[in-house]
Nanobody
Framework: VQLQASGGGLVQAGGSLNLSCTTSESIINFNAMGWYRQAPGSERLLVAGITRRGLDHYADPVKGRFTISRDDAKDILYLQMTKLEPEDTAVYLC?????????RGQGTQVTVSS
């Protein structure tokens, strides 16, 4: 299973970015998908997840600002990020679980300037 995140960049605080994750598998086969972020000196954080049935959940720091969604027809996972803060600066990676195995793709850098 291959996952590839894209859409990162440099944005000012208060701005928005939309991340995308393309997959080599049909997205409807995954038990769950999500977005992690990894910042230097910080633990990896699962910022958002979505189950096969479409139930989503968010880490407290991003609740109300980030939205995870997917397009089953295009096999793309999205992360809409609004009201970005410098603390959101990190590499964002998409992840998927299939038949008990977890997969993670290369990340995309998000940098939020103050």
């Amino acid at each position: 299973v291959q996952l590839q995140a894209s859409g990162g960049g440099l944005v000012q605080a208060g701005g928005s970015l939309n991340l995308s994750c393309t997959t080599s598998e049909s997205i409807i086969n995954f038990n769950a998908m999500g977005w992690y972020r990894q910042a230097p000196g910080s633990e990896r954080l699962l910022v958002a997840g979505i189950t096969r049935r479409g139930l989503d959940h968010y880490a407290d720091p991003v609740k109300g600002r980030f939205t995870i969604s997917r397009d089953d027809a295009k096999d793309i996972l999205y992360l809409q990020m609004t009201k970005l803060e410098p603390e959101d600066t990190a590499v964002y990676l998409c992840t998927a679980r299939l038949n008990g195995a977890n997969y993670r793709g290369q990340g995309t850098q998000v940098t939020v300037s103050s």
